[in-house]
């Protein structure tokens, strides 16, 4: 079974940026959409954005069109999740999966360990 790293996470200002990484032990990254969550405390998991296998779609949560971008090397086995303009109320922890390309956590079916990002006004 593939195995997910997530990394990239910290503290920043309001307006930073911060660029998270998703690293998978195995080629059959490649093989299936990836998808990035996060879950803020006394929040449930939030969709995030979703890229297919192949990185020619991507979809985003309304809070964060405009601002993050998600991409994919599959030949590094490497997914990345590009936030700008990061405002507080994106501070959570950030998890990558792996699984169907759709905003439902339960179609993921493998998850990186998460990595917290903090943002301060």
């Known amino acids: 079974q593939v195995q997910l790293v997530d990394s990239g996470g910290g503290w920043v200002q309001a307006g930073g940026s911060l660029r998270l990484s998703c690293a998978a032990s195995a080629r059959t990254f490649s093989a299936y959409a990836m998808g990035w969550f996060r879950q803020a405390p006394g929040k449930e998991r939030e969709f995030v954005a979703a890229i297919t296998r192949t990185g020619g779609s991507t979809v985003y949560a309304d809070s964060v069109k405009g601002r993050f971008t998600i991409s994919r090397d599959n030949a590094k086995k490497t997914g990345y999740l590009q936030m700008n303009s990061l405002k507080p109320e994106d501070t959570a922890v950030y998890s990558c999966?792996?699984?169907?390309?759709?905003?439902?956590?339960?179609?993921?079916?493998?998850w990186g360990q998460g990595t917290q990002v903090t943002v301060s006004s």
């Open positions: 999966a792996l699984g169907s390309y759709n905003s439902r956590p339960d179609d993921y079916f493998t």
